[in-house]
């Protein structure tokens, strides 16, 4: 029957693609798919910390802070050069359950929750996953996508209030929907929360391929907690840090325009033209001294490099009162904080080699 | 000429494997309710491209045989006095309208009656293609939100299928093309069906899917039991395509197979999930030759969406009630 044919839910394409892919592909893809698949909305994010911890060398010492960040430092001496990528991910948390055994929610980070509206729900108790649904709602009439929403609402098949609270489920526990990390042709792949699992990505395979006795300086890891929420594992990071470091980068999206459906006076960084430096965004402008820098190792290291400004804002800007220069790396994505968030392997891999080369040799 | 030698030899050896075939998916055990739903809720039929789910279907039935139109049909019984139950296995669904030379392609629906509620669900979500070389997955695109922060709204309306762009991963038509996908390629939400609660099952038509997992067990049930059918009577069991669209398989048995004296039409409807409901239609007065027609509907919560939950409780007093129905109790 159909679950085992040929040509009915079998990707037979993609896979034939993957199975030819050059290895630095084949890496980026085997960190980033288990990152890509695990849980972690915003205050939640244990599980995608812990995926990290698995990716790790054996031989990293990564520490968690009382603000739940991951840290992992390499080499010593001046400068101090910091990366931070963000586990977190968009979603919603419970803020009511209703006596007819609904939840209502709220959102976490910015999205069109339209785009979840009438689709399976999991609820994230800190234990066990809870299956439900998204209500659906006639939307039709609406622009579109549908920005002011009522409340979101989940029905996980209990009866009443007191059937939700057998489930386990209490005010505060997170939603979001079951996700997959998903190959489509050549080297594109889509998934939800891409952003920033790609930048997490980068920042473990950076420090597999760096061994801390070559590096003449600190560099500082760091997988932050709350971006989605307003920066706030980072804005701790940051205070822990003060002054000392010399540059932080944010490794994080490039929101691209690469796409039909939007407008392209700025942002537009093609999907597979490489990373992109995230020159200015709603929240940081990198000195352009710096770009220039940044551009010309990149040339030197034969590593593709986009320039670019979009919209948004990022990790390093919580560095900014220190008087740190924020220097983000992004890679371009497609469809933003939707759940079908486009990427291109090519793009991944080369941004793990460029925060390798920024960390050795910048 | 060799090959001609060859052809008799050929068509030997499938019938023989037909045969065999046969004999292997008449001993295979029955899968449980709750499997057979979630494989036939995972399944995709858009409107006049269902197919492939009637292999699947044919497959799951010993001796049901594709006719004219594409229903897969099996006649239980000899008799003269003849009955009918069919489960539509249509769904909406759209088809690539064109491929840009960017290697993104617009859309039309497929034929039939569609919701815009169904249409816009698509937005934003990841769907398969059903093309030349197989499945391909894929993405309906929407808007980064973060390019449409302060940007206003101004000229944009709803979403609908003339807004859609499907993103398959491709930078050209040519690798479009080399994807085996084409105008006419036929794509449908990619379906996981989730369970929750008890025994709630949540799918883009998870109660007619579900309907239809009670028909298979039952007719299996009647073509394992010989006999079950009163002497006298005959049943047609079929799994009726493009019923959105015209009705074009059933009106096709009646015209083909009827008279009949009665029909029963197995499906989902709006309604309590898992609420089995019997009520007549009036079917019969389109094509008389159904007979009395009733239409019998397991409930459907969210109706019509991508999480249309029916439960497995009521699937299970559906099957039962087929089963009776098929043996000729009332």
Redesign the interface.
Known sequence: ???V??????????AVLSAQQPTGLNDAERVLQPLVESYGVSGMEGPVRETVQRLLPRSARAQTDTAGNLWLTMGSGEPSVVFVAHLDEIGFKVTAIREDGTLETETMG???P??WE???ALVHTGGRT???????R????????V?SEPVVRV????ANRAGVLAFGIRVGHTVTS?K?Y?????????GRSFDDRVGSAALVLAARRLESSRLGHTVIFIWSTREEIGLEGARAAAAALGLGPARVHAVDTF???D?????TNF?LAPL?AGPVARALD?SSVTPPAMVDSLVSLARAAGIPLQVGA???GNDGSAFAGWGVPDVPLGWP????????E?ADLRDVAALAELVRVVAERW | MANGERVPIVAALALLLAAAAGRVAARTPDPTLPDLAIRLAAMTAVTGYEQQMIDSLIALVPGAARDRVGNAVVVLGAGSRRRLVVCPVSEPGFIVGHVRPDGWMTLRRAPGRFSPAAERQIEGQRVTVFGGRGAVPGVIGVRSIHLTRGRGGAGEGAFSVDSAYLDIGAGSSAEVARAGVAVLSPLAPAKRPHRYGTDLIAAPMAARRTACATLVLAARRAVAEQGMVPRGESVIVAFVVEQELGGRGLGTLAHARGPFDETVVVDGAPGAAGLLARRPDSLAARWPGLGTVTRWSLGARYPGTYVETTSIAGADSLQHALTAWIGGRR
């Open positions: 029957v159909s679950g044919r040929p040509g009915w839910g079998l990707v037979l394409i993609p910015g999205f069109f339209s785009l009438g689709r399976p809870v299956p439900g649904v998204f209500l659906p006639d939307t039709a009439a609406t622009a579109s996508p920005t029905d996980v098949g209990a079951p997959q998903v190959r489509l042709l050549g080297t594109r792949a889509t929101v691209s325009a796409s039909p459906l939007e407008r942002g597979g709603n979009t919209n948004g994505l497609r469809y933003s904080h939707s759940p079908v486009v």
